[in-house]
C-alpha cells in the first residue's frame, strides 16, 4: 500500500534529523523539484480547459442534500447552455455534484484531486482528473483556471480556497472574475461577519471590496454572470526543459 503524503513528510523530517548539511540541502532541492514538477503538470492539464468554471464546497454533503441535487444541476446547465468545462476538487460531496452534472450532461468534467488519507477519494464522474499531493498547489492552479468560480457551503477548506481567491482578486493578483456563493442562508451570515466586523469594526477592507462577490440561488443570474464573462486567455509560463 502507497505511503499518504503526512507519512512521506514525517519521514522527511525524520530523515532531515539525521543529515548533515549537505545531505539537508540535497533533500530540500529534491523536495522543492517534487513541488515545481507538481505545480507544472497541473498548469499543463488545466491549460487544456480553456473555457471553464470551477465549483467549491463541503465533500461530506451528501447525495440526499438539497444542495447537492443544485449543483449537479448548475454545471449540467453550464455545460449544455455555455460550452464550457466544469472544474473541480475531484472528491465528493459538491465536487461530485457538479463533476455529475457535467459528465451525464456529455461535458467535459475535470478533477485535481488532492491525496488525503481520509475523505478525498477520487469520483467516478471525471472525464479526465489529475491527482496531486499538495493543497497549496492545488489552490494556485484552480485560481488561475477558470472564468468564474461557484462557491457552495463547505468546511474550513471551502472558506480557505473562497479567501484565497477573493484575495488574489482584491490585490490584482489575478483578474477579477465572477465569484458566485451559493446557499443565502450559509453565506448570507459570513457576509455579515464580513460587513460588521472587518468592514465597519476594524475597517480592514475597503467598502467595494465588498463587491468582489454575490450571494445567489438564482441559476439563470448565474448562467448570464458567466456568460457576459471575458474568457481568460493566459496561464502562467512553465519552464522550458
Not at 466544469?86 to 457538479?98: K, N, P, Q
Not at 482584491?170 to 465572477?178: D, F, G, N
Not at 457576459?228 to 512553465?238: E, F, G, H, I
Amino acid at each position: 500500500m502507497s505511503r499518504t503524503q503526512k507519512e512521506k513528510d514525517d519521514q522527511f523530517e525524520f530523515e532531515v534529523h539525521k543529515m548533515d548539511r549537505k545531505e539537508i540541502h540535497e533533500a530540500i532541492h529534491r523536495r522543492l523539484d517534487r513541488i515545481y514538477h507538481e505545480f507544472e503538470s497541473s498548469f499543463e492539464f488545466i491549460k487544456k480547459y480553456p473555457k471553464s468554471v470551477t465549483f467549491f464546497g463541503s465533500a461530506r454533503i451528501r447525495e440526499d442534500n438539497p444542495y447537492y441535487k443544485k449543483a449537479e444541476e448548475l454545471s449540467g446547465r453550464i455545460v449544455k447552455e455555455l460550452g464550457y468545462s466544469v472544474l473541480s476538487g475531484g472528491g465528493g460531496g459538491i465536487m461530485e455534484a457538479s463533476n455529475r452534472g457535467a459528465f451525464e450532461a456529455g461535458g467535459k468534467s475535470v478533477g485535481l484531486n488532492i491525496r488525503l488519507p481520509k475523505e478525498q477519494l477520487p469520483n467516478r464522474y471525471t472525464t479526465k482528473s489529475l491527482e496531486l499531493s499538495y493543497f497549496f498547489v492545488r489552490k494556485v492552479a484552480l485560481s488561475f483556471a477558470a472564468e468564474a468560480y461557484i462557491f457552495f457551503p463547505g468546511g474550513f477548506g471551502t472558506l480557505d480556497e473562497f479567501f484565497e481567491i477573493i484575495t488574489l482578486v482584491q490585490t490584482h493578483k489575478i483578474p477579477r472574475v465572477p465569484i458566485i456563493l451559493y446557499g443565502n442562508e450559509y453565506w448570507n451570515m459570513i457576509k455579515e461577519f464580513i460587513e460588521k466586523i472587518i468592514y465597519e469594526k476594524y475597517q480592514a477592507i475597503n467598502k467595494e471590496d465588498l463587491e468582489l462577490f454575490t450571494i445567489t440561488e438564482n441559476d439563470e443570474q448565474i448562467i448570464e454572470i458567466i456568460k457576459k464573462t471575458p474568457v481568460r486567455v493566459s496561464l502562467p509560463a512553465t519552464r522550458k526543459h
